[in-house]
C-alpha cells in the first residue's frame, strides 16, 4: 500500500493550479479514511502487542528484560502507522490552511464580493467561512469608524479617471454629494475611495491620462 498518496495528491491539486483547484472532497474523505484505518490498525497492533508483552511478563517473573514493553518486533509496524497518520494530518491541514489563506486574500481584493466562478470551486464550508471572515471584517471597520477596504495602496491622488467595463452597475453616490450614472463604456472622474472596491472586482477600468480618448 502506498501510504499517504491520497494527501500528496491534495496538496498536488494546489501546485498545479493557477490560483485554486475545485475543492477535492473525495480527495479530502479517502484521506480522512486513511488515516482511520491506521488509527484502528496501530490500535490493534498496541492492543496485541500489549497483550503479548503481559503474558511474556507473567511467565516468567525472574526475567528484567521486556516486563511489560512492547516487544521489538511489533515496533516497526507502529511505527509506520503513526508516521502514515501524522503525515496525512499534515497534508490535511495544509491543504485547507493554504485556501483559507486564499479567501482571506481575495476578501480584500473583492471587498466581500464572492465571484460566481470562485464560489463554484469551493465547498459549503469554505464560503461560510468567507462569509463569517467578510462578517468579521465589516464589524471590525465599524467598530474603529474606518474603511479598511479603500487604499490598500498609498493613493497618488484623490481623483482616479476609471473606464465602465461591466454592465448594470447603475448610479453611484460620491463622497461629494453627487451621484454618477456607470453606464457600460463610460469614462469618469471619481473619488478613489467611491470606486476602490469596483476597480478591485473588475468592473472599472483604471486609465492612465494618455489612455484617456
Not at 80 to 98: G, Q, T
Not at 107 to 125: C, F, I, Y
Request: glycine residues 8%.
Amino acid at each position: 500500500m502506498n501510504y499517504g498518496q491520497r494527501g500528496r495528491e491534495l496538496l498536488l491539486d494546489l501546485k498545479r493550479s493557477d490560483w485554486l483547484p475545485p475543492y477535492n472532497d473525495e480527495g479530502v474523505r479517502a484521506t480522512l479514511q486513511e488515516i482511520s484505518l491506521h488509527f484502528d490498525e496501530l490500535s490493534d497492533q498496541v492492543e496485541a502487542a500489549n497483550s503479548a508483552a503481559a503474558r511474556a511478563s507473567g511467565g516468567d517473573k525472574g526475567s528484567s528484560s521486556g516486563g511489560g514493553s512492547i516487544p521489538m518486533e511489533s515496533r516497526p509496524a507502529m511505527i509506520l502507522h503513526d508516521a502514515a497518520i501524522r503525515r496525512n494530518k499534515r497534508c490535511l491541514l495544509a491543504y485547507h490552511a493554504y485556501r483559507m489563506d486564499k479567501l482571506r486574500a481575495l476578501r480584500w481584493e473583492t471587498s466581500a464580493a464572492l465571484p460566481p466562478h470562485v464560489r463554484s470551486l469551493l465547498s459549503e464550508a469554505e464560503v461560510d467561512f468567507f462569509t463569517e471572515y467578510d462578517r468579521l471584517v465589516s464589524r471590525h471597520c465599524t467598530a474603529i469608524d474606518l474603511d479598511l477596504n479603500s487604499d490598500l495602496t498609498p493613493p497618488e491622488e484623490d481623483l482616479v479617471q476609471v473606464r465602465v467595463v461591466r454592465s448594470g452597475l447603475g448610479r453611484i453616490a460620491t463622497e461629494y454629494g453627487g451621484s454618477v450614472e456607470l453606464d457600460l463604456g463610460t469614462t469618469h472622474y471619481l473619488p478613489r475611495g467611491d470606486v476602490e472596491h469596483l476597480i478591485r472586482q473588475g468592473a472599472l477600468q483604471q486609465l492612465d491620462g494618455e489612455e484617456h480618448a
